[in-house]
Each structure stands twice: as C-alpha cells, then as structure tokens.
C-alpha cells in the first residue's frame, strides 16, 4: 500500500514483480537505493558491476569451471576492491543500499551476498542466496556438491557442517527444518529482507521517516503482508500524518480481526479519530 505518488516504490515493485527467471535482481537491489537518492542513476551501477564481471572473467578465462570462476571472483572483490561486511557500524541504513556498497566497499551480509552473486552471475556462475538465520551466504554447485561461502567474511568457504551447526543453533528450541535453511531462496526473498533489515536499521536510529519509506517499498512489493500495514500506520502516526494513520489502522483492524493486537490499535484508532475531531 504505497503513497500514491510513490513512483519510486511503484517502479521498484514492477522489478521485483517479473518472473523469478526474469528478475533482474542487481537492478531491483540498486533500486532500493531511490529510497535515500531518488535521483540514483540504476545503469551507472550497474556498469560497475558488469566491469568488476569483466575482471573476473580476464583472470579466470571463459567458461572456466565453478571453483576458478569463485577464485577469479573473490580475488576481485574482498583482495583487490578490498570489499569486507562492515563490523564497526553494522546497523547503519547505508549497509543495506547495493550503490552505497559499491561506494563504500562495506554492507551485510545479504548485501555483500548480492554483490557477489551479481558479479559471479555475469562471469558465468550460478550462485544463490542462502537464508541462514541471522547471517546471509551464498552456495554454488561443483563436482556434484554445494558449496558455501560467506562475503561477509570476505569469500570464506563454510564447510557444509560448520553451517549445519550453526544453523541447528540458532533453531534450537523449535520444530524448524534445518535443511530448508541450506536451499537456495528466491530473488523476491532476497528484496524482501534488505528491505525488512533496511526498516530494521531505520527504526534503531529512531528514523520513522526512514523506516516508512522501506516499509513503503514492501508494500509495493507485497501489498498483502498486512503487518506492514499495520507497522505504515503506527510510523504514520509517529510523524502525525494522522488521516493516513488511522486509514492503515483500520485496514489491518478489519483484516487480521483475530491478532492480540486488535483491541490497543483500536484504541489508538479511537486516539486519533478524537485528534482529528480537534482539527489535529
């Protein structure tokens, strides 16, 4: 349920909205970035990304087999750009824009994960996103096996068991596959959380005016996750934008009647009708 006037995260969605064989997810990922610069020039980073290819392929040769090809890849990445996950300001909003990456040479994981996957993607390589709880890395198929590796750390290899067990610790406790967090996910996956972890970073700073606009963007993208209805109404109404405030309210009221949070947002529903009585 984006603005209206919401180009941006109107143009965002219908390139997170083509087939998963069509995604285009550098783009969509760099499209995430008009969020802070709504002017961002897509093609210039994405030249980038076809130029940091092109280096990998003059060092690896084409159609060079997976492990040389993750080689030529990393070489080019976390030795030569000197690309790393950013230790010291992890939660700043500039880690999760694709662009700012590409500036700063520093972002989380699923970023860096990205970064990798789009320049090992145009050197020849499929690599996929792993959704690992917690902490985002990539696999690629060679002699018949997954293997895995972690940009954030700067291309490390993580034995498939190092990665079981991590996994198997952070699900401790619940009744969750492990193996589903060793598949491959989806592009749309992958825009989801930079998206839900950008809101996550914007709301830590205390950034309601952040938050919304990545709240904004998913919603563009998934106009059916009525949480972030919900979350667009209670941001909305902490920047007092209280006539759009109350319209999320009450549609995620009317939506999701069976959520424990029904009866204190209809309370701070019954608030801002009483504001707005008062000419607020």
């Known amino acids: 349920m984006p603005t209206p006037d919401d180009a941006h995260a ?8 083509a087939g998963e064989g069509m995604l285009d997810l550098g783009r969509a990922a760099l499209a995430i970035g008009r969020i802070t610069e709504p002017g961002l020039m897509v093609e210039e ?28 890849v990393s070489e080019v990445l976390f030795r030569e750009e000197g690309f790393a996950g950013d230790r010291t300001d992890y939660y700043n909003p500039q880690n999760s ?7 700063r040479r520093r972002g989380l ?25 917690s902490h985002f890395v990539v696999r690629y198929r060679a002699d018949e096996e997954w ?7 700067g291309g490390e ?18 009744s969750v596959s492990t193996e589903a967090f060793l598949e491959g996910v989806t592009g749309r996956q992958i825009l989801g959380r930079i998206l839900v972890n950008l809101k996550g970073c914007y709301a830590r700073r205390g950034d309601a005016t952040g938050a919304l606009a990545a709240t904004d963007f998913l919603l563009a993208m998934t106009p059916w996750a009525v949480e972030e209805v919900r979350d667009r109404g209670l941001l909305l109404y902490q920047l007092q934008r209280y006539d759009e405030s109350l319209d999320a309210l009450q549609r995620y009221v009317e939506h999701a009647p069976e959520s424990a949070q029904v009866e204190p947002l209809e309370r701070l529903i019954g608030q801002i009708e ?7």
Do not use: N
Request: proline share 4%.
């Open 10 to 17: 109107v143009a965002f969605a219908r390139l997170a909205g």
């Open 45 to 72: 980073y994405a030249a980038r990304l076809d130029a940091l290819a092109d280096r990998a392929v003059v060092a690896c040769g084409a159609e060079a087999e997976a492990a040389r090809v993750v080689a030529a």
């Open 97 to 103: 824009f694709l662009h700012d990456v590409l500036e």
């Open 109 to 133: 994981p699923i970023l860096l994960s990205v970064l990798f996957m789009e320049v090992a993607g145009r050197a020849g390589l499929v690599v996929e996103g792993v959704g690992a709880p």
């Open 147 to 153: 293997q895995f590796l972690d940009p954030f750390r």
């Open 157 to 174: 290899a993580i034995p498939r068991s190092v990665l079981e067990a991590r996994v198997q610790q952070a699900l401790a406790g619940t």
């Open 274 to 280: 009483e504001i707005l009585a008062q000419g607020g």
